[in-house]
């Protein structure tokens, strides 16, 4: 089948450029790799930042502002001033399309406080906001005629003459390879916080596919260094504890009882005082107590739910347990108002590194980034597809994909990829957590580099092809330990701490360095890792090119 748009992602950003892509007279397909009502945006629990009325000045320069001292200098004004001045637009289209924000005693959208924000700007839907967008955005998605392709694992583009032509994808249902070409793709298959297995709110799942599809396709990717660590995962299962709830009022506290940071700091400095102090030897805590258990039932629910079903804690009574857990990424393919250097290629959402997050994102702002830009990139490849052909396929690529498969169906293996995993997520929340130096990042660079041989030689015990499990693990442990490198050489090139980046061994940030560092691979196995040019330099560079 033939698409004029074909976008990857399921969660808010890659709806919403389906939906800005449709038209009466096109055709648009969405792709997941898994069920449609899977996505990191669907988990996305505290709300969505905006300045309500479009007329107010004052308010928008202030999220802008907000915007940029959480991005410690490494940041894109220009697309953090056309997100914020885009945001009371998209509150307005959500609400048009069946969003039911929550509402104040005037019958107006309630907006509550989060972490960074020096005012209430956070809109909500209780505890379960992500959610309640998603399935509004399926809703709209499904009436205006876009195909969904679920359970489509994508291997690869397929691009002629540096011009999209189309994806390669691995259909689950039975793993053949399908080739679907389009006009222009849309990349917004989310990020890569889920190689912190074990220390996460993703699901592994989550491992960077499309960070790892864009550098086999020759492109960058930008500040893979920057991972954010949500202070607030349950103790036992890293479920994420929202920031709702501290909005809301709770406390952070120790065993003792004693408040030792501001609960509503930037989220870097809330998660490194309490790993402070359970480096300490300290248990930390989220108290819900002093607050009204009809505030809880109401703004909380979710997390009253799941406080008592896998931890036993009822937190209108006692304090929750927490521990900092990796969450969102920063880093994503380089991206310029969701344009890459491919043409009729885009990208939007935590796959994109699109300037709006810097080293350290402002809690509210990923919703609303994946609206903003997902419109916008279902905006740009419309425009792209229009009045253009399709583009031949490869057929070589995909051939080399199918061998590939066969390779990993056809050969046996004694080891387990899933230990692998397991230990690649410990191996990074040591060495590449909230805390790092030179030491522990070559251990863990050594380490990547061991575990990224093996997993060549590793094969499915389970020669079914249907709906193969084994296979599509095999695959994603591939492209985790492929953005895990990027990560741990960016982290390694910049020797200084800024943002979520903490190195122990440089502790100061250093003005020379208040730039982005861009990750190829022009060689499989082989990065060339880069401080972004800036001004004339760059200027000369693309002189030179032409």
Not at 51 to 64: A, C, E, M, S, T
Not at 89 to 108: Q, T
Not at 369 to 392: H, I, T, Y
Not at 408 to 422: E, P, W
Request: proline letters at 2%; one cysteine or more.
């Amino acid at each position: 089948m033939l698409y004029d748009v074909i976008v990857v992602g399921g969660g808010v950003a890659g709806l919403m450029a389906a939906i800005e892509a449709k038209t009466n007279n096109n055709k648009v397909a969405l792709i997941t790799k898994g069920n449609l009502f899977k996505s990191n945006s669907s988990i996305a629990s505290g709300g969505i930042n905006a300045v309500l009325d479009p007329n107010d000045k004052d308010g928008i320069r202030f999220h802008v502002v907000d915007t940029m001292r959480a991005c410690f200098g490494i940041e894109k004004r220009k697309a953090i001033t056309y997100m914020c001045e885009r945001a009371p637009h998209i509150i307005e289209k959500l609400v048009d399309f069946g969003v039911a924000f929550d509402k104040d005693e005037n019958g107006k959208i309630a907006q509550r406080s989060f972490g960074g924000g020096r005012t209430q700007r956070t809109c909500f839907v209780g505890d379960k906001t992500g959610a309640a967008i998603t399935q509004a955005l399926i809703k709209k998605a499904k009436s205006v005629g876009v195909t969904f392709l679920v359970n489509n694992f994508v291997m690869n583009l397929t691009h002629l003459n540096n011009r999209v032509s189309g994806v390669v994808a691995l259909r689950r249902s039975d793993s053949s390879l399908m080739v679907y070409p389009a006009k222009s793709v849309v990349l917004a298959g989310g990020g890569y916080a889920g190689i912190y297995r074990g220390h996460t709110t993703n699901a592994q799942d989550y491992a960077g596919d499309m960070l790892a599809l864009a550098l086999r396709a020759g492109l960058n990717l930008k500040d893979m260094e920057f991972v954010q660590f949500h202070p607030t995962g349950l103790h036992k299962t890293s479920y994420l504890v929202s920031e709702a709830a501290r909005g809301e009022g709770g406390y952070l506290i120790n065993e003792k009882g004693e408040r030792f940071v501001n609960e509503l700091e930037r989220r870097n400095v809330v998660s490194s005082a309490i790993s402070r102090q359970i480096e300490a030897g300290h248990k930390v805590y989220i108290d819900l107590r002093h607050l009204p258990k009809e505030l809880i039932e109401t703004r909380l629910p979710s997390l009253y739910k799941a406080a008592y079903n896998q931890a036993g804690i009822d937190v209108t009574q006692e304090p929750l347990e927490i521990r900092p857990v990796a969450h969102y990424s920063m880093g994503g393919i380089e991206s310029n108002m969701t344009k890459t250097s491919i043409k009729g290629l885009f990208v939007c959402g935590e796959c994109a590194a699109e300037g709006i997050h810097g080293a350290n994102r402002l809690g509210g702002n990923s919703l609303l980034e994946g609206a903003v830009f997902g419109e916008l990139a279902g905006k740009n490849a419309l425009a792209c597809s229009q009045n253009r052909d399709f583009l031949p396929i490869d057929y070589n690529l995909v051939i080399k994909d199918q061998k590939l498969i066969d390779w990993i169906f056809d050969m046996d293996s004694s080891k387990n990829f899933n230990a692998m995993r397991v230990s690649m997520g410990e191996a990074m929340f040591k060495y590449a957590g909230i805390h790092r130096d030179e030491d522990g990042l070559q251990k863990l660079f050594d380490y990547l580099k061991y575990l990224r041989k093996e997993a060549i030689t590793l094969h499915c015990i389970d020669k079914g092809r249907a709906n193969n499990v084994e296979l599509i693990s095999i695959l994603e442990l591939r492209n985790a330990l492929e953005v895990a490198e990027a990560v741990v050489l960016s982290a390694m090139f910049r020797k200084e701490s800024r943002g979520a980046h903490h190195r122990d061994d440089y502790k100061k940030d250093d003005i020379t360095l208040q730039k982005s560092i861009l990750v190829s691979e022009p060689k499989k196995g082989f990065f060339d890792v880069r401080y972004e040019d800036k001004g004339l330099i760059k200027w000369i560079r693309n002189l030179i090119k032409g």
